[in-house]
């Protein structure tokens, strides 16, 4: 079983930046590909970066594609999104997953293990 937990999160004002972190439990992170979703109030969760075993590939949501940047760092076993010029409907919990597949999970279901979710607030 794999912990996740989630830091970095917080206020800041658009076009800023924050770096979320998600350190994870166990010596098995390397066979997980990794992911964070996210979630606004009243709206579903969804999909925003995933990355692969390796940390070799990575895929985005076209809302967060050129301003968000995935990575993961296996020998301290935790994962990392960059977020920079980040708008006000970049509001939401933000939360990182592992998912024991191949490839790049992108869809919630998809999803094996969850944080606890934090929260970044992004205002005007």
């Known amino acids: 079983q794999v912990q996740l937990v989630e830091s970095g999160g917080g206020l800041v004002q658009a076009e800023g930046s924050l770096r979320l972190s998600c350190a994870t439990s166990?010596?098995?992170?390397?066979?997980?590909?990794m992911g964070w979703l996210r979630q606004a109030p009243g709206k579903e969760r969804e999909f925003v970066a995933a990355?692969?075993?390796?940390?070799?590939?990575?895929y985005y949501a076209d809302s967060v594609k050129g301003r968000f940047a995935i990575s993961r760092d296996n020998a301290k076993n935790t994962m990392y999104l960059q977020m920079n010029y980040l708008k006000p409907e970049d509001t939401a919990v933000y939360y990182c997953?592992?998912?024991?597949?191949?490839?790049?999970?992108?869809?919630?279901?998809?999803?094996?293990?969850w944080g606890q979710g934090t929260q970044v607030t992004v205002s005007s």
């Open positions: 990355v692969s075993r390796s940390g070799g590939s990575t």
């Open positions: 166990g010596r098995t992170f390397s066979s997980y590909a």
């Open positions: 997953a592992a998912a024991s597949a191949i490839g790049l999970p992108r869809s919630a279901a998809q999803y094996r293990y």
